[in-house]
């Protein structure tokens, strides 16, 4: 069983920047891929991007080049750093774990089986 606790959201300017923190329990953190999603109002969950268990990374289009998912092994946290946010990135943020080891991870929610509680992320334009 894999706990995920985020952290780091916020209400923020158009053209902000922002680091959400996702801790993870567990010993085989390093080997699960991890994802982020989002999920605006009366919107469905959608991927935001993901990092495999070697640290490959793979983003929505939405937010290629302003995003970037990390991780720290040795901390079993992962990271989501956001910059040049903008209003239409509002919503909960949530990190997820794939159970399974030594995977890249996808973009479909039903790959991941392990979802923190979410942080808000509110940009004002």
């Known amino acids: 069983q894999v706990q995920l606790v985020e952290s780091g959201g916020g209400l923020v300017q158009a053209g902000d920047s922002l680091r959400l923190s996702c801790a993870a329990s567990?010993?085989?953190?390093?080997?699960?891929?991890m994802a982020w999603f989002r999920q605006a109002p009366g919107k469905e969950r959608e991927f935001v991007a993901r990092?495999?268990?070697?640290?490959?990374?793979y983003y929505a289009d939405s937010v290629k080049g302003r995003f970037t998912i990390s991780r720290d092994n040795a901390k079993n946290t992962v990271y989501l750093q956001m910059n040049s946010l903008k209003p239409e990135d509002t919503a909960v943020y949530y990190c997820?774990?794939?159970?399974?080891?030594?995977?890249?991870?996808?973009?479909?929610?039903?790959?991941?089986?392990?979802w923190g509680q979410g942080t808000q992320v509110t940009v004002s334009s």
């Open positions: 997820a774990a794939d159970q399974n080891l030594y995977r890249n991870g996808g973009a479909q929610r039903y790959e991941y089986d392990y």
């Open positions: 567990g010993r085989t953190f390093s080997r699960h891929a």
């Open positions: 990092i495999s268990w070697s640290g490959g990374t």
